[in-house]
């Protein structure tokens, strides 16, 4: 059975610090991996990694893919207020034209200021 | 910007009522897909759409149908409402060809009480 497991499950930082959020996956037919995060409404997209040891990077926020070992982990450096949200992985697998994305449960960060 | 637009942003049903969640894109994607989140268990697939008039059973489709009659539009029908269905749903939708993230409406709060 595919699954996509994140942890951890929930996390308290201060403002300043850095995080590490991980996915690790088991998915047959794998295609790619996405972030998003969410915070009250829609979650937003943040990254998508299709290879191997490619850092993907935005600002503050940066991801990386192990396709041998099936873990992808988010990192969040200078971590602020705003960053407070649910943090989600999502695992696509199937053909191009009937794609579908399994996620996890989430990591929940709160930043303290 | 892609726009997916889900009707209603909370809604309060009966049990026992018949419920249509409305969602509408519109970037003229193939690809729809109706997820519900809740607390510890993170977005569940439960019916997604290839293309119109096209729909596949997800991983909990028991109790609900889907009609996608035209492509901007994917309809998410509950038949006869129950508690164990009040929850977040999430609908999204994403080219259907290449590698392409989900773009996510705002959701719709479901109470059934």
């Known amino acids: 059975e595919d699954k996509v497991v994140q942890s951890p499950l929930s996390l308290v930082v201060h403002e300043g610090d850095t995080v590490t959020l991980n996915c690790s996956y088991e998915?047959?037919?794998?295609?790619?991996l996405l972030w998003y995060k969410q915070e009250k409404k829609a979650p937003t997209f943040l990254f998508m990694l299709?290879?191997?040891?490619i850092e993907k990077k935005s600002g503050r926020l940066s991801s990386i893919l192990d396709k041998k070992e099936l873990f992808s982990i988010l990192n969040i450096t200078a971590t602020q207020t705003g960053d407070s949200a649910v943090y989600l992985c999502?695992?696509?697998?199937?053909?191009?034209?009937?794609?579908?994305?399994?996620f996890g449960t989430g990591t929940r960060l709160k930043v303290l200021a | 910007d892609v726009k997916v637009t889900q009707s209603s942003r909370y809604l309060v049903k009966r049990t026992g009522e018949k419920v249509f969640l409305e969602c509408v894109q519109d970037?003229?994607?193939?690809?729809m897909f109706w997820y519900r989140q809740d607390p510890g268990l993170g977005l569940r697939l439960i019916y997604f759409?290839?293309?119109?008039?096209?729909?596949e059973k997800g991983d909990i489709p028991e109790g609900y149908s889907v009609s996608r009659e035209k492509k901007e539009r994917f309809s998410l029908i509950l038949e006869s409402a129950s508690t164990n269905q009040t929850s977040m749903y999430l609908c999204?939708?994403?080219?259907?060809?290449?590698?392409?993230?989900?773009?996510f409406g705002n959701g719709t709060r479901l109470t059934v009480t």
């Open positions: 999204a939708s994403r080219p259907g060809q290449g590698g392409s993230p989900l773009h």
């Open positions: 998915v047959t037919n794998f295609r790619s």
């Open positions: 299709t290879s191997s040891g």
């Open positions: 999502a695992v696509g697998r199937g053909a191009s034209g009937t794609y579908k994305y399994i």
């Open positions: 970037m003229d994607h193939e690809n």
């Open positions: 759409s290839y293309d119109v008039k096209m729909k």
